[in-house]
């Protein structure tokens, strides 16, 4: 596992993703509560085909 901070620290500047916390009523900035939200986000745009979910070496990697 990835502590949350270090994940989007990695992943730098998220575009969205304020107005996603925001949709979701996360008003305080968490790291973990950010990290979740990232990754429901992505989960739903798989459950919905609109991304690609694979399991590489141990990790879950999005894409098209």
């Not at 993703?17 to 996360?26: K, N, Y």
Request: charged fraction near 20%.
């Amino acid at each position: 596992l990835v502590p949350a901070a270090d994940l989007l620290a990695a992943l730098g500047p998220v575009p969205g993703l304020s107005a996603l916390l925001s949709r979701l009523g996360i008003e305080e900035e968490s790291p973990g509560l950010a990290a979740a939200a990232l990754e429901l986000a992505l989960e739903g745009l798989h459950l919905n085909r609109r991304l690609a979910k694979d399991e590489v070496a141990g990790r879950t990697v999005y894409g098209r």
